[in-house]
Structures are given as C-alpha cells and as structure tokens.
C-alpha cells in the first residue's frame, strides 16, 4: 500500500507516541512506523520505572530542564490518562565524607536544574523514611517518584490514537528519499509519503540518521539487568533506594513498583547487540549482592523473573556520554527532525521532548489547531471494575472481561506480551504457569485466529506450532 501522511514519527515509543500525541492537537495527518508489534517492546517498557527529580544532569542540559519539566507535570498526566503514579520520594544513600560532599553537590546541580524538594537526612530520618536500609545519612528526593511504565507508554500512544494518529506496527522503516520536498519512507511492504518525517526510534536512531543523510553519530548500546522480587516484599521498600551516583551512572538501585513488587538493578553492560535481552546468571547473583549492601531483604527464593534493558547512548570520540540531541538540520533536511541518545531520563522527559519537537515543526508549517482535541485517557479496568468476576489470572486477579476489553484495544495488539502489559496477567508468582493457555484461548475467541498464529511478543516467538496428536489421539 502507498499512504500519504503530513507527519511521520519513526519510533511508537513513549517518546515517538509523545511526540504523535501533542502533535495531534492539530489538522495534520500523523503516522507512527513502529518496527515491533507494540510500543512498549524495547526501552520503553524495559527500564527502572522511575519518575526522576533532575538532579542527576549536567547544569543546562537538556535532560536536566525535560526532565525537570516531566517530573513537575507527571502527576495532571496520571489524572488525564489513567496510569498509575505515586510520588514516594527516592534516597541516596551513603555512608562516608566523600559520600557526603558527592550528594552536596548533587544537591546543589539540583537546585540549579530547577528541582525542588531535595535535602540531606540524617540516619534517623532515613531510617524513618525506610526502616529496612543500610545507611549513615542520604540525599532526600520527594518529587521523585514511581510509575507503570506500560500503561504510560500505552495510554500515550491510545490518545495519539483516539486523536487521529494512524499507527502502524511491525512496520520496520528499510529505506528514506527525499524527492521534490517529499519524504518517502519504506517500512514493511508499504510506502509513506510525508513532508516531515520524525526519527524518534530509539535503539534504532542512528541507523534512521544515517537514512535521513544526518551521519556521525556513534551510539553504544548500555544493557541493564534486572531482577524482579516477589510482591511480599514490597511493603518493606516504600521508595526507591539509590546508591551515591558516579558521574555516568546511577548504580544499581532497589525500586518499589506501583504494583507491589520489588525490582533489582540495572547493572551496566555495553553491548552492540540491541536485540538480546537475556540476563546471564553472574549477573544475577551481582545484582543481588550488590543491592544487599543497602537494602538486605534480597533472597534468591524470592526473584520470580528477570529482565533487561537497552539504552542508546551517545558518546563522543573519547566514549564520553554526550547531552540529549533533538535537532533539524538545515544543511541536509529541513523537514525532519532528529533525535539522538535519548536515554534515561527519557521516560521522565517524554512529553516535554513532545512538546519540544511539536513547536520546532510548528514555526515551520503552519498547521492548524483542531477545534476539539480530547488529552484524556480511561483508566484501564481491573478487578473491582468488572461485572463477571471470572477469574483468569489468579495470582493477579485479572478478570476475563479484563483480558477481552485488552485483547480489543485501540492498536490492534494481539501478542500474549500486549496483553500482559495491559492487564497484568502473566505477572504474578507464577509466571504464566496457570493463564498461558486460558489467555491464548481468549486470543483466538475474540480474534478469530488459529493457535499457530498467535505470537508472544515478535513475529518469531511462536507460542504452538501445530498439534501434537490428531483427532484419533494418536
């Protein structure tokens, strides 16, 4: 098929679907190519699910002023599209006088960043704070805060949607001309034609940068593992819990989850290859121990998955971790704009990077506001919710009125991951061992498909690949 598009975003992430979303408040006519089959399969959905303060970056960076913008607004976003939030607070704990003088000056970039509400506590006050952790004193952060890291991205991406943004998944974009002031961008068996095309993908931003002619960037890919803790632990960690950070690197911290469990990490590993999400069993038993030394409560009984994680930095010759880049370059395309090394704080910072790319085309091309533009989001229905209180998932008590409402969603996703992300089913202590199969049951129900066709997460991860006996039993 052959589209044409005012807009194109490349990338259906929580920055690529922030970007669609505030772009959606006006006439043009957006697309999203998002090369996985949801948008929430790669960084997105793959990280610390932390609201961060804005202390951590260099003073005058962008990071530093979207992520303090991200932070101030995250609770009116939380109550426009549904997804959970809660502003704990977050510590940094530390124990020495290089500790201290290191979170004095933590402070003090904080403060010049534009944040707000951050303090030392003494031991007392920390141990108040989280009874459970080991620590002399701590760096105080309480705009810092938790969200799911899912629902947020979804949710972002359904009102892009539900305000006129066309998405099109597992649609990974081969090639980009320009002809004529007109951008055209094969992606799967399709062609889109725009006059401004987005490169907002993520892992895959260099290589879009190169497409679009804008070349020169190294990007090096920083995996981080994680492990996650079963849900009664949650109630003895109330707020995240950080070591004293380096210049580079946060180190492995101790999080709370909106839902109730525990996560462990991230580690960081630089690797080229942006695919694999495999969390080697050294790495394990380093996440565990080194987390222990602040927070003790870390069994191995007690982990019920791991995951992991890929962020894009970019670096320069020296390997130097460089500021986001958000830019359009007059000298080869002034009608595409180019995101680089959009990292961590990126989930804090997403809608104001938006906001940000929304007014650079806006001074450009006069599109017009539309008259209505609806921002708001449903939150998603749970137990409580649902008038057929038939249990599919048990450890979660997810409904199958819940799984159904998923299995319909606005984008058309329909991998045992997509509903996972939307319901929670699949998450608990047993991991799948008891819904799997009711799931993929309701999959084929309500779509109509066969059991061979229906996908975990990507086109390759086949969940039956035909009958093991035929209608004789044998």
């Not at 975003?9 to 929580?14: A, E, H």
């Not at 998002?34 to 610390?48: A, C, F, I, Y």
């Not at 889109?192 to 990007?219: P, Q, R």
Request: hydrophobic share 35%; net charge negative.
């Amino acid at each position: 098929m052959r589209y044409r598009f005012d807009i194109v975003v490349i990338g259906g992430g929580v920055v690529g679907s922030s970007i669609a979303r505030e772009l959606s408040r006006t006439n043009a006519a957006i697309a999203v190519l998002e090369k996985n089959s949801d948008v929430v399969d790669e960084t997105s959905g793959r990280n610390s699910a932390v609201v961060h303060g804005g202390f951590a970056y260099d003073r005058g960076s962008l990071k530093a002023k979207l992520c303090v913008e991200g932070n101030r607004m995250m609770g009116d976003l939380s109550e426009d599209l549904g997804f959970p939030f809660i502003r704990c607070g977050k510590v940094l704990v530390g124990n020495t006088d290089e500790d201290m003088r290191t979170l004095e000056n933590t402070i003090r970039q904080g403060y010049d960043n534009g944040a707000s509400g951050l303090s030392m506590i003494d031991g007392k006050r920390l141990h108040e704070l989280v009874p459970a952790v080991i620590g002399s004193f701590a760096m105080f952060s309480e705009n810092s805060g938790i969200l799911d890291p899912f629902l947020y991205t979804i949710h972002i991406a359904e009102n892009a949607h539900e305000n006129g943004v066309s998405y099109f998944l597992s649609h990974k974009v081969v090639s980009i001309e320009r002809r004529n002031g007109i951008h055209i961008v094969t992606a799967g068996d399709d062609v889109f034609e725009a006059e401004w095309v987005v490169n907002a993908a993520g892992l895959g931003a260099k290589t879009i940068s190169d497409m679009l002619g804008i070349t020169g960037y190294k990007v090096i890919g920083s995996k981080g593992n994680y492990l996650v803790l079963d849900k009664t632990l949650g109630p003895l960690l109330p707020m995240p819990v950080y070591p004293v950070p380096s210049n580079t690197y946060m180190g492995i911290h101790v999080t709370p989850t909106v839902d109730g469990n525990v996560t462990v990490g991230p580690d960081a590993v630089n690797t080229d290859d942006f695919s694999y999400y495999g969390v080697p069993g050294d790495r394990m038993e380093y996440l565990r121990e080194s987390a222990s030394t602040l927070w003790p409560h870390i069994s191995r009984k007690d982990v019920i998955r791991t995951f992991s994680g890929i962020l894009p930095k970019w670096v320069d010759d020296k390997g130097r971790i460089q500021d986001f880049r958000i830019e359009i370059r007059d000298d080869i395309d002034d009608r595409a704009v180019n995101l680089i090394g959009i990292e961590s704080p990126g989930l804090t910072a997403a809608v104001p990077i938006g906001r940000m790319v929304s007014e650079m085309i806006l001074e450009r091309t006069a599109f017009h506001s539309k008259d209505v533009w609806n921002g708001h989001h449903d939150k998603p229905m749970r137990f409580d919710d649902a008038a057929d209180k038939t249990l599919v998932c048990s450890c979660e008590n997810v409904t199958e009125e819940e799984i159904v409402r998923a299995i319909h969603n606005p984008l058309g996703v329909h991998t045992l991951s997509g509903i996972k992300y939307r319901t929670r089913a699949m998450m608990g202590r047993c991991q799948a061992g008891f819904c799997h199969m009711k799931i993929e049951k309701l999959i084929e129900r309500e779509c109509g498909l066969r059991a061979e066709d229906i996908r975990y997460m990507g086109p390759d991860s086949w969940i039956l690949s035909g009958k093991m006996r035929n209608g004789n039993g044998k």
